[in-house]
């Protein structure tokens, strides 16, 4: 007898309380995303001419493309660097990924007020904007995610086509249709690996230049030259707490056995991408100068420190301690600290440190605003577990005793 691990389909339930809740936010994210279009941005969120965006950029857009970074961070160490025994997370983080950068893309037509020109890039090119670069790259990065989910819906379909009535015809030839859709992706998979982890390097760091741009509308704190590096070296040092978090939450969901061994190896590599870009932040905050901020007893100094001792240096330390990488529950809370931290860091980049030229006065979002962030939230979660009910996603122990596989998963 022995055991490896196999994705397939999940046959748990879909429905359990948990469900339903999240169910019930996602239906009230949806209802005010429907009064945004009938009635208008204005309408539904607290931005105006003096606040231009809010928390749909500085969330759902800026926080959001971070903290889906475990796409490209997880494919590049199981892809090209070759660490097969991380094989078992890619399709899980590519999944997130996928969804996280789908939701980026319809939060950026939400929060414009002419959502009906969000076509423009394509045909409008302007080299010379940071803003053109982000928005193209991310087209083309999203695009590629899709392009790599396509062997798992192969996967699914091959010698399983069984359409309808008339449609029946037609089963051998999109059977022999996805073979070879599936053959030709087997050899040209690596170049789409490779342009994932390139673009998503490229518009990581560019969102950093974004602000880099703003000037002194940026408190001193976070406005550095350097802020692309911190966006791009900030977003791989989160991809895999995400990818960590993402697991362990869908292996308690799913009544499933954490692969502790494969996320604790995962774990001994957050600590020294942490501690680098730790070195940049304050290595750039003494060079600037701008600690003398923190003796100001104010929002940004506050928000700032948060950012960095709670978002940095404690998740640092907790994974330096192999205690914490072979614990559940500490591991997943040093994931969760890292998160927050990157989220932290987005939320002050674009919203805290950032002063509208014009705004005589503050901003804080509607109960519209948070209603869609939190709709989308939900849908990414409900649409995470639909998939992974009807597709290869999640890996669960295959248990050989005889020419017949059985499946070892236990119920919710």
């Not at 046959?11 to 009938?38: C, Y």
């Not at 518009?203 to 230049?209: A, I």
């Not at 880099?212 to 030259?225: C, D, E, R, S």
């Not at 420190?305 to 907790?318: A, C, D, K, Y």
Request: glycine share 8%; hydrophobic share 50%.
């Amino acid at each position: 007898m022995h055991e490896h691990m196999k994705p397939t389909p999940l046959p748990n339930k879909f429905f359990t309380p948990t469900v339903v809740l999240i169910l019930m936010i996602a239906i009230n994210g949806l209802i005010f995303l429907a009064l945004r279009f009938f009635f208008g941005i204005g309408a539904v969120t607290n931005l105006d001419n003096q606040h231009p965006w809010g928390i749909w950029i500085g969330i759902d857009v800026a926080a959001g493309v971070a903290l889906a970074a475990g796409g490209f961070t997880t494919a590049a160490l199981g892809h090209i660097i070759h660490r097969e025994h991380y094989h078992v997370i890619t399709r899980p983080a590519l999944l997130t990924a996928l969804l996280g950068y789908t939701f980026v893309a319809i939060s950026v037509g939400v929060d414009l007020g002419r959502y009906y020109d969000i076509w423009h890039p394509l045909i409008m090119w302007n080299g010379n904007s940071a803003l053109f670069e982000v928005g193209i790259c991310v087209m083309i990065y999203l695009t590629v995610l899709y392009i790599e989910f396509l062997p798992i819906v192969t996967e699914r379909f091959i010698g399983k086509v069984n359409l309808p009535g008339a449609l029946s015809k037609l089963n051998k030839s999109v059977d022999k249709l996805l073979r070879a859709l599936d053959r030709g992706l087997d050899k040209t998979m690596f170049i789409f690996i490779i342009a994932g982890v390139v673009l998503s390097c490229l518009h990581q760091s560019s969102l950093g230049t974004l602000m880099v741009i703003a000037g002194p509308k940026m408190h001193p704190l976070w406005q550095t030259p350097v802020l692309p590096l911190l966006f791009l070296l900030s977003a791989i040092a989160v991809g895999f707490p995400m990818v960590i978090m993402e697991s362990l939450i869908a292996s308690k969901s799913f009544g499933l056995k954490p692969e502790m061994d494969v996320l604790s190896r995962l774990g001994r590599i957050v600590a020294p991408l942490l501690g680098i870009y730790l070195a940049f932040k304050i290595g750039d905050m003494f060079i600037r100068e701008t600690f003398v901020y923190l003796t100001d007893f104010t929002l940004e100094s506050v928000m700032f420190s948060i950012e960095i001792i709670i978002g940095v240096v404690i998740p640092l330390r907790m994974f330096l301690s192999e205690e914490v990488r072979n614990s559940r529950s500490l591991i997943l809370t040093a994931s969760f600290l890292v998160i927050f931290g990157v989220f932290l860091n987005r939320l002050n980049n674009f919203l805290i440190a950032y002063t509208p030229p014009y705004a005589q006065n503050g901003y804080f979002p509607s109960i519209g605003e948070i209603s869609v962030t939190l709709g989308f939230i939900a849908i990414e979660i409900l649409l995470y577990r639909l998939i992974v009910k009807n597709f290869p996603v999640i890996a669960v122990p295959v248990k050989q005793t005889s020419p017949k596989t059985k499946y070892s998963i236990r119920g919710i």
